[in-house]
Structures are given as structure tokens and as C-alpha cells.
Nanobody, 126 residues
Framework: QVQVVESGGGLVEPGGSLRLSCTAS????????LGWYRQAPGKSRDLVAV??????????DAVKDRFTISTISKDDDKNTVLLTMDNLAPDDTAVYYC?????????????????WGQGTQVTVSS
């Protein structure tokens, strides 16, 4: 089993910065990636940024010039990533969720399981 815990949300003025932390713990030996998604009221949950266990980051176009994702710590039973958000805008307001993807098996038997955190609210408002 994998536990995913987020922290670091809050209220910030436009142009401000926040850092979100996500820790995946438990049976993370087969961890493939950790990613951040966000969901605004009435909208779907969309990918913001993801980083693989070998450290390769991918950020969506809407945030790639303002957000960074980095690995803080990595071992077989605990992994932590940081999402640094700069120059925040009201459109960034959403609940931010961390996802841990576990991949097991090989070839046709390869399958993944996603674990989610409870979410953390980010509000950008003056």
C-alpha cells in the first residue's frame, strides 16, 4: 500500500509564490513517477507537472515558465517532491492533488496503479 500526503497550499496574492510538497510512503519500491494535478470548481482534474523516478520533469504549457518540480528525497519506502509555483495568477486557483504512480510487471503484463493524496487548496486572490 502507498500513502500520499500533500502540504503547502494556502492563500496568496497575484504574482506571489507557493511551494507544495508531496510525500509518497509505504510500498514505493516500484514507484514510476510523482505528479501534481489540479481541479478548479466545475472543471476536470488536469495534469500540472510530473517527475519520473530518474528525475525527468514534464510541465504543462500553461505553467512551464512559472512552475518547477523537483525531487527532494528518494528511497525505497519514501519519496518527496516539491512543486514551486511563482508568479501565481487567479487562474491557478484550484485544489492541487499529488499522484503516485506504481508500475509493476513487464511487457504485456505491465500495469500501473495510481494513488492520490487528499488535495491541498491553492487560492490566488487580492
Amino acid at each position: 500500500q502507498v500513502q500520499v500526503v500533500e502540504s503547502g497550499g494556502g492563500l496568496v496574492e497575484p504574482g506571489g509564490s507557493l511551494r507544495l510538497s508531496c510525500t509518497a510512503s509505504g510500498s514505493t519500491f516500484s514507484l514510476y513517477s510523482l505528479g501534481w494535478y489540479r481541479q478548479a470548481p466545475g472543471k476536470s482534474r488536469d495534469l500540472v507537472a510530473v517527475i519520473s523516478v530518474d528525475g525527468k520533469p514534464v510541465l504543462e504549457d500553461a505553467v512551464k515558465d512559472r512552475f518547477t518540480i523537483s525531487t527532494i528525497s528518494k528511497d525505497d519506502d519514501k519519496n518527496t517532491v516539491l512543486l514551486t509555483m511563482d508568479n501565481l495568477a487567479p487562474d491557478d486557483t484550484a485544489v492541487y492533488y499529488c499522484q503516485a504512480r506504481i508500475v509493476r510487471g513487464w511487457g504485456p503484463n505491465r500495469a500501473h496503479t495510481d494513488y492520490w493524496g487528499q488535495g491541498t487548496q491553492v487560492t490566488v486572490s487580492s
